[in-house]
């Protein structure tokens, strides 16, 4: 059975960091995209970030180019989202959600592509 499991959400102040971890397991991370993906109050899911694990490629939302970086940890089957220079309006339940894929693309930054999903970590920014 394929699990995520989020962690790493907080409270922070505008300007900090903070670092998230998805743990998987139930798969190998060969021909995976995962994906860290978030959602505000009021507002739709939105792709955040998104990386392969067979070659490390990445894709950003332009939102958080510069400031997010995704990596992944194949052999611990964990992938990490390192978020700097936080802004309120990152404010928002963040998740990761990976799918198999046959190929990597930009695409993969919507969340219609996605099979399994976390349960989801809590980043707030205050100003």
């Known amino acids: 059975e394929v699990q995520l499991v989020e962690s790493g959400g907080g409270l922070v102040q505008a300007g900090g960091s903070l670092r998230l971890s998805c743990a998987a397991s139930?798969?190998?991370?060969?021909?995976?995209?995962i994906g860290w993906f978030r959602q505000a109050p009021g507002k739709e899911r939105e792709g955040v970030s998104c990386?392969?694990?067979?070659?490390?490629?990445?894709y950003y939302a332009d939102s958080v180019k510069g400031r997010f970086t995704i990596s992944s940890d194949n052999a611990k089957n964990m992938v990490l989202l390192q978020m700097n220079s936080l802004k309120p309006e990152d404010t928002a339940v963040y998740y990761c959600?990976?799918?198999?894929?046959?190929?990597?693309?930009?695409?993969?930054?919507?969340?219609?592509?996605?099979?399994?999903w976390g349960q989801g970590t809590q980043v707030t920014v205050s100003s």
């Open positions: 990386i392969s694990s067979n070659d490390g490629s990445t």
């Open positions: 959600a990976t799918v198999y894929i046959p190929a990597f693309g930009p695409w993969l930054l919507g969340q219609d592509e996605y099979d399994y």
């Open positions: 139930g798969f190998t991370f060969d021909d995976y995209a």
